[in-house]
Nanobody, 125 residues
Framework: VQLQASGGGLVQTGGSLRLTCVASGETVRPYTMGWFRQAPGKEREFVAVLRRYSNSPTYAGSVKGRFTISRDNAKNTLYLQMNNLKPEDTAVYYC???????????????????WGQGTLVTVSS
């Protein structure tokens, strides 16, 4: 599956953005899909995931209560609604998908086969 992420931009502290990841090539219904981010000089880190066939999300502690991950399988699209943004949320955000990932590995970016190109989110203080 091919992924295309969009929706990043420059926002002030406390603002909101909605990221979109559109998949093509095949239906994403059997895929676990997630969002990761990478700040300058840091490793890529887990943000949120929706496991395949499940509507139950899991979030990194740093974004829980502020970010919401969702998916529309009919549109083959994954979303990340980000509210109350903070300067430490500044990063390139990537969407990822994998058909075979197991529960315990869904937080590890190395386990995902398909990646979007990334979209930059900058939060000014």
């Amino acid at each position: 599956v091919q992924l295309q992420a969009s929706g990043g931009g420059l926002v002030q502290t406390g603002g909101s953005l909605r990221l979109t990841c559109v998949a093509s090539g095949e239906t994403v219904r059997p895929y676990t899909m997630g969002w990761f981010r990478q700040a300058p000089g840091k490793e890529r880190e887990f943000v949120a995931v929706l496991r395949r066939y499940s509507n139950s999300p899991t979030y990194a502690g740093s974004v829980k209560g502020r970010f919401t991950i969702s998916r529309d399988n009919a549109k083959n699209t994954l979303y990340l609604q980000m509210n109350n943004l903070k300067p430490e949320d500044t990063a390139v955000y990537y969407c990822a998908a994998d058909r075979n990932i197991i529960l315990s590995s869904s937080f590890d970016p190395a386990q995902y086969d398909s990646w979007g190109q990334g979209t930059l989110v900058t939060v000014s203080s």
